[in-house]
């Protein structure tokens, strides 16, 4: 059973910066796709962050472009995302997820979309104060 757990949310100032972790049990975590995805209270689950299996394609949101980085520690089985200049509209519930599709069978159009990805974490919530 693949397990996916998130820690590091926290309230936050505007402008201060958190690092998200998320521990991948159960499976082999060097074979997913991992995601970082949010959702505000009343709002949809958007796309925030994807990094591929090695680690060296990453993807962003535009709204987080240039703030926050994704990255993968495989020995380790953890994504992180750090996440910079951070903003009141960064308020969310923070998921990661994994998806297991093979790198022969994938298809760019999965990064962004949360029904693509095969498990998720229970969330970690980062709240930015103004």
């Known amino acids: 059973q693949v397990q996916l757990v998130e820690s590091g949310g926290a309230l936050v100032q505007a402008g201060g910066s958190l690092r998200l972790s998320c521990v991948v049990s159960?499976?082999?975590?060097?074979?997913?796709?991992m995601g970082w995805f949010r959702q505000a209270l009343g709002k949809e689950r958007e796309f925030v962050a994807a990094?591929?299996?090695?680690?060296?394609?990453?993807y962003y949101a535009d709204s987080v472009k240039g703030r926050f980085t994704i990255s993968r520690d495989n020995a380790k089985n953890t994504v992180y995302l750090q996440m910079n200049s951070l903003k009141p509209e960064d308020t969310a519930v923070h998921y990661c997820?994994?998806?297991?599709?093979?790198?022969?069978?994938?298809?760019?159009?999965?990064?962004?979309?949360?029904?693509?990805?095969?498990?998720w974490g229970q969330g970690t919530q980062v709240t930015v104060s103004s």
């Open positions: 990094i591929k299996w090695s680690g060296d394609n990453k």
């Open positions: 997820a994994a998806d297991r599709t093979s790198s022969l069978d994938y298809s760019d159009y999965r990064l962004r979309t949360p029904v693509a990805y095969d498990y």
């Open positions: 159960g499976g082999r975590f060097s074979n997913y796709v």
